[in-house]
């Protein structure tokens, strides 16, 4: 039977909350440009309120990834965990005004929905610091009542952010196992460096088992392996059977399929504005060409083309209608 739902993401259910900061700023909190940072509700009420507010919208990096694939006219789902207040609403309406299938659960009680405050410095770097509230409260039976969404998708879409939290973590592995006995992909991004480091042996035995299509930087897959050069990991990458899709920021990005190596070029902007989900769109575009069966080199195209719309502006989610701007560079395929 044909699967209806051509990507389900999980990923945890955010408000992104993007302002302009100088690198001073960065340094007065004592916060590594580029890293994400995880805080308590304190300290995002106290950094909330030293900010000048560019722009406040859904987001959270796989869910940037679903809205990507709407955009690209892909049938999408998403499953996370929000609290029933004006948050957790405008969460929702985010994703459901651009046809993605949200699934996220409402809690009443407990923490308040997660936000993501990004500062965005001069050189359009993003610095984020991540309250996950309720968001990483995402657990099994979280999971067990989005089996069919789950079960009719083509692709599983998951976030490596996810395993800071050990019910989180044993939620995506039912995840993962419904999809394998339902003949589903499973892509993972593995979402920051810093994440990478603290559960490096976990993400490479998933890798191993259970991935099919691993996203990530330059600066995570050099942690996941152990090198300090990027081009000595990429043929670390070799030896697992998945398709790895590398982005390298201005370099361009790097497919590996074993003996299968591809360099993509950048796409170029006028402007470089601000490259806040730039990876998540990455990975929209790739995945967009791996359900049309692009070959690798194509899909890793699409995801360049897709990463370079987001880095025109603000904000992680397309302003102009990715499958317009696919067709202009006659790389969209009307087929789905």
């Known amino acids: ?140 039976n979280d999971i067990k009542k989005n089996e069919p969404v789950i079960a009719n998708s083509k692709i599983l879409y998951l976030e490596g952010y996810l395993w800071d939290k050990p019910e989180a973590k044993i939620a995506i592995r039912k995840a993962i196992q419904i999809a394998k006995e339902n003949k589903s992909k499973v892509a993972f991004s593995l979402s920051d460096s810093f994440c990478v480091q603290r559960h490096k042996y976990e993400f490479l035995d998933l890798i191993k088992k259970d991935i099919d299509i691993i996203f990530a930087n330059e600066d995570e897959i050099t942690s996941l392996f152990d090198k300090k050069d990027f081009n000595v990991a990429t043929m670390e990458c070799r030896n697992h059977n998945a398709v790895w899709a590398l982005t390298r920021s201005e370099k361009g990005s790097t497919i590996v399929f074993k003996d299968e190596i591809h360099h993509i070029g950048i796409d170029k902007v006028e402007k470089l504005i601000d490259t806040t989900g730039a990876g998540d769109l990455y990975a929209a575009g790739f995945l967009n060409g791996f359900l049309e069966n692009k070959d690798l080199k194509t899909c890793g195209r699409m995801g360049s083309i897709a990463a370079s719309e987001i880095i025109s502006h603000f904000g992680a989610r397309p302003k102009f209608p990715l499958t317009k701007l696919f067709k202009i560079k006659n790389l969209y395929n009307e087929r789905i």
């Open 1 to 140: 039977m044909e699967k209806e739902i051509d990507v389900a993401g999980i990923g945890n259910a955010i408000v992104d909350v993007l302002t302009q900061v100088e690198d001073d700023f960065l340094e007065i909190y004592g916060l590594k440009k580029g890293s994400m940072t995880l805080i308590d509700e304190k300290m995002a009420q106290e950094l909330y309120s030293s900010i000048n507010i560019t722009e406040e919208v859904s987001g959270g990096s796989a869910a940037n990834t679903i809205a990507g694939l709407a955009s690209l006219g892909k049938k999408t789902a998403f499953i996370g965990k929000v609290k029933n207040d004006s948050l957790g609403s405008s969460f929702d309406y985010g994703l459901n005004c651009i046809g993605v299938q949200c699934n996220a659960i409402k809690e009443n009680e407990g923490l308040s929905t997660a936000r993501c405050i990004i500062f965005v410095t001069p050189d359009a770097q993003r610095t984020m610091c991540t309250f996950l509230g309720v968001a990483g409260q995402l657990n099994l």
